[in-house]
């Protein structure tokens, strides 16, 4: 597949670069979200396999997801360096990537264990609170629990599923009563579970 070329929009002007910057910015959109796709769930959609960290081959990657996807390693960095959430990281010499956390695949992303701040924040959709008022965050299909150190972050996450609705999470309470926390590479708390007794519904 041929790469859309970032220095393409420079030679046209007017609406006609208008246009061919938000082509560009819909492709790196949903070339990201393939990204996404096989370094946290499915790395076999194209053919490579993930270590046990996580990490997978920049190369392999390039050549496969650019079959369907238009992708060369100057995408490829433009995405890691510009991913709001952070999402993604190299290694030191950028043949290796990985995803910083969110997996449903069982990999060791050598996660930082800390003391979390006195609360955390979950962010929701209103169509999933009855469920988490009876049984608590589960990961569901993830490894594990994803929490906000802020209020906002949260409301932005809840967003994303309609309605929100944010959970203030007693952390510290948890840490003392032996819960273990950790802290993703890109500011994301991660716990393997909250029960009930540790949640408040804003």
């Not at 041929?2 to 819909?26: I, L, P, Y």
């Not at 992708?71 to 950028?94: C, G, M, P, T």
Request: aromatic share 8%.
């Amino acid at each position: 597949m041929t790469v859309f070329r970032w220095a393409d929009c420079e030679s046209v002007q007017n609406e006609e670069k208008e246009f061919c910057m938000h082509e560009k910015d819909r492709l790196m959109t949903r070339t990201s979200k393939y990204i996404s796709l096989i370094l946290r769930h499915k790395p076999e959609t194209i053919g490579i396999a993930l270590d046990e960290h996580g990490w997978a081959d920049v190369n392999a990657l390039i050549e496969g997801v650019n079959k369907t996807h238009p992708l060369d390693l100057k995408l490829l960095e433009r995405i890691v360096a510009e991913d709001e959430k952070q999402r993604y990281s190299f290694n030191e010499d950028h043949t290796k990537i990985r995803a910083n956390q969110g997996h449903s695949i069982q990999v060791d992303v050598e996660l930082k264990e800390v003391v979390p701040p006195e609360v955390l924040f979950h962010g929701t959709g209103f169509k999933y609170t009855s469920s988490i008022d009876a049984q608590g965050l589960k990961p569901k299909t993830r490894l594990y629990v994803h929490l906000s150190k802020d209020a906002g972050t949260a409301y932005k996450v809840g967003s994303r599923h309609g309605r929100p609705v944010i959970y203030t999470v007693l952390s510290r309470q948890m840490h003392e009563d032996g819960f273990r926390f950790y802290l993703s590479q890109n500011g994301v708390y991660l716990t393997k579970e909250v029960p009930v007794r540790y949640l408040v519904k804003e």
